[in-house]
C-alpha cells in the first residue's frame, strides 16, 4: 500500500521561502508513468494544484506560480520536495502531496499540512 | 485558466440520487476525457472515486458514477447515505498552460 507523507514547518515568516518534502512508502518514485504532485487548499476553499514531477524529473507548474516554485525529486531518500519562495499570506493553506497515475487522476494522498505565512 | 464551475451545495435524502454537475471549456472537458472526481470528508485528504470520466477505483462503490456530455461532466450518487456527506471536487486537464484544473467544489448534504 502506498503512502505519502508530508513534513515541514507549520510557520513560515513573509518574503522566505516554504519547504515542505513528501515522503512516499510502499512504492518507488523512480517507477515510471508516475507524477509526483503538490496541491494545496486555502483555508475554507477549493483545490489548487501547485505542480508536478515526472518520474524522469521533469517538472511542470502552476503559471500563476511558476515563478516561485520549485519541485524535486530525491530519489535515494524516495521523498520529492516543494520550495515556494517569497511567500505572503495568501499563501497560507493546507499542502497536500499526491501520486498521479495520469492526466487529472491523483490516486494517492497524504494528510496534508497547513503552512501559515505569518511574522 | 478559471475554475471549473460546480454549484456549491446539493442535498438529497437518503435512499435518493443526486447529480453533481461540473462545467468547464471546450480546452478542458470538452477536449478531453480526463475528468476525475475526488470526495472529501472535513479535515481530510480529496480522495479519487472516479477517473477517466466513468472509472470507478478498485474498492469504490458503484453508488458513485460519472459521465460526461460536452464541456460539462457529471457525478451521481444513487442511494444516498449518511456518509456520502462530504465535499466533492472535479478536476480536469487543460491545454491552456495550466495543465491541471480543479472545480470549485460541492458540498453534499444528507438530509
Known amino acids: 500500500q502506498v503512502q505519502l507523507q508530508e513534513s515541514g514547518p507549520g510557520l513560515v515568516k513573509p518574503s522566505q521561502t516554504l519547504s515542505l518534502t513528501c515522503t512516499v512508502s510502499?512504492?518507488?518514485?523512480?517507477?515510471?508513468?508516475?507524477?509526483w504532485s503538490w496541491i494545496r487548499q486555502h483555508p475554507g476553499k477549493g483545490l489548487e494544484w501547485i505542480g508536478y514531477?515526472?518520474?524522469?524529473?521533469?517538472?511542470y507548474y502552476n503559471p500563476s506560480l511558476k515563478s516561485r516554485v520549485i519541485i524535486s525529486l530525491d530519489t535515494s531518500q524516495n521523498q520529492f520536495s516543494l520550495k515556494l519562495s517569497s511567500v505572503t499570506a495568501a499563501d497560507t493553506a493546507v499542502y497536500y502531496c499526491?501520486?498521479?497515475?495520469?492526466?487529472?487522476?491523483?490516486?494517492?494522498w497524504g494528510q496534508g499540512t497547513l503552512v501559515t505565512v505569518s511574522s | 485558466q478559471s475554475a471549473l464551475t460546480q454549484p456549491a451545495s446539493v442535498s438529497g435524502s437518503p435512499g435518493q440520487s443526486i447529480t453533481i454537475s461540473c462545467t468547464g471549456t471546450?480546452?478542458?472537458?470538452?477536449?478531453?476525457?480526463?475528468v476525475s472526481w475526488y470526495q472529501q470528508h472535513p479535515a481530510k485528504a480529496p480522495k479519487l472515486i472516479i477517473s477517466?470520466?466513468?472509472n470507478r477505483p478498485s474498492g469504490i462503490s458503484n453508488r458513485f458514477s460519472g459521465s460526461k456530455s460536452g464541456n460539462t461532466a457529471s457525478l451521481t450518487i444513487s442511494g444516498l447515505q449518511a456518509e456520502d456527506e462530504a465535499d466533492y471536487y472535479c478536476?480536469?486537464?487543460?491545454?491552456?498552460?495550466?495543465?491541471?484544473?480543479f472545480g470549485t467544489g460541492t458540498r453534499v448534504t444528507v438530509l
Open positions: 499526491a501520486r498521479g497515475t495520469g492526466y487529472s487522476n491523483y490516486d494517492y
Open positions: 510502499g512504492g518507488s518514485i523512480s517507477s515510471s508513468g508516475y507524477y
Open positions: 514531477i515526472y518520474f524522469s524529473g521533469t517538472a
Open positions: 471546450s480546452s478542458d472537458i470538452g477536449a478531453y476525457n480526463y
Open positions: 477517466e470520466v466513468t
Open positions: 478536476s480536469s486537464y487543460t491545454s491552456s498552460n495550466t495543465l491541471e484544473v
